[in-house]
Nanobody, 119 residues
Framework: QVQLVESGGGLVQPGGSLRLSCTASGSIASIYAMGWYRQAPGKQRELVATITGGGSTNYADSVKGRFTISRDTAKNTVILQMNSLKPEDTADYYC?????????????WGQGTQVTVSS
């Protein structure tokens, strides 16, 4: 089995920063793209940022210039550094990874971590 475990959410004031981390564990042969998505109350889940195995990144327009995604391939970890946070960034943040095990390849999701931006 594969598990994605997130950490780093919390309450922060507008303009502040948070760092989210997600580590994949289990029977993993290869990890392809990894990413972060978020879902605010009453809204659909949306892409925040992704990073390929080769390090290419993609960001939602709403977070460009404020958020940075990176990964530590050796540790099967993806990081989302969030700066200049705004109240509209408040959401549950979910880690996603495209993972190949020895007999299958599938998308996996973490359990989510809550981010609240409020004064």
């Amino acid at each position: 089995q594969v598990q994605l475990v997130e950490s780093g959410g919390g309450l922060v004031q507008p303009g502040g920063s948070l760092r989210l981390s997600c580590t994949a564990s289990g029977s993993i042969a290869s990890i392809y793209a990894m990413g972060w998505y978020r879902q605010a109350p009453g809204k659909q889940r949306e892409l925040v940022a992704t990073i390929t195995g080769g390090g290419s990144t993609n960001y939602a327009d709403s977070v460009k210039g404020r958020f940075t995604i990176s990964r530590d391939t050796a540790k099967n970890t993806v990081i989302l550094q969030m700066n200049s946070l705004k109240p509209e960034d408040t959401a549950d943040y979910y880690c996603n990874a495209d993972i190949a095990q020895f007999t299958r390849r599938a998308d996996y999701w973490g359990q989510g971590t809550q981010v609240t931006v409020s004064s």
